[in-house]
């Protein structure tokens, strides 16, 4: 099973459209990170978010963390075909001596112009 | 660029053979961490290693292994190949102390 879920797993919008991608646990996490990833490139840190209920905004995405810390969402405000990519969260888990991400399997998004 | 380099990029190879998968962390990065990707999988945590020594283990297969070398760079030797190992094969390092995980451009190994 999975440990992290995110839905949709695919996603097709027109440019200038609003979108909402969700990352769903039933793990608490120490922090969530939300990760962007393009064909033949290895996944790129967009943000990460630590406190239950954190907003973070970055330009025109918006990322927030479940006040539980179990789950998140991504929200882009009018897409441009320039954020079309394989969308990922992952959540932090602490062990004795050791930081570990658990990714998410992602949402592919296609923007067309 | 991410500072993280992977070697080979590409790689195509025959069931029952073996292949070392090579990594150059960032500067100063003392962890490295090894990821698959595939299809339906999605990113997996292989393993964790900092400053020479194994830190955590994931979903690693018996039939690979991995060390951190006394410079810093990684191996991953995956042995005994399957059609089911073709995937994506990242690298990534981390800071002490640093929250944020540096990927490589990971190596695509093709397994016919």
């Known amino acids: 099973t999975q440990l992290l879920e995110q839905s949709p797993q695919f996603l097709s919008i027109q440019e200038g459209e609003n979108l909402t991608v969700y990352c769903n646990s039933s793990s608490v996490f120490s922090s969530l990170q939300w990760y962007r990833q393009e064909p033949g490139e290895g996944p790129v840190l967009l943000v990460t978010?630590?406190?239950?209920?954190e907003v973070k905004k970055l330009k025109r995405l918006t990322f927030q963390f479940g006040d539980a810390r179990k789950d998140s969402s991504l929200h882009i405000t009018a897409a441009q075909p320039g954020d079309t990519g394989l969308y990922l969260c992952a959540g932090e888990l602490r062990g004795a001596g050791s930081y570990q991400l658990t990714f998410g399997k992602g949402t592919k998004l296609s923007v067309i112009p | 660029d991410s500072g993280v380099t992977q070697t080979p990029k590409h790689l195509i190879t025959a069931t029952g053979q073996r292949v070392t998968l090579r990594c150059s962390p960032r500067?100063?990065?003392?962890?490295v961490y090894w990821y698959q990707q595939s299809l339906d999988q999605g990113l997996q945590f292989l393993i964790q290693?900092?400053?020479?020594?194994?830190?955590a283990k994931g979903n690693i297969l018996e039939r690979f292994s991995a060390q951190q070398f006394p410079d810093l760079h990684s191996e991953l030797n995956l042995s005994s190949l399957e059609l089911g190992d073709s995937a994506l094969y990242f690298c990534?390092?981390?800071?002490?102390?640093?929250?944020?995980?540096?990927f490589g451009e990971g190596s695509w190994l093709t397994v016919v």
């Open positions: 978010v630590v406190t239950g209920g």
């Open positions: 290693y900092y400053n020479g020594e194994e830190r």
């Open positions: 500067s100063g990065d003392l962890s």
């Open positions: 990534a390092s981390r800071r002490v102390g640093g929250n944020t995980i540096y």
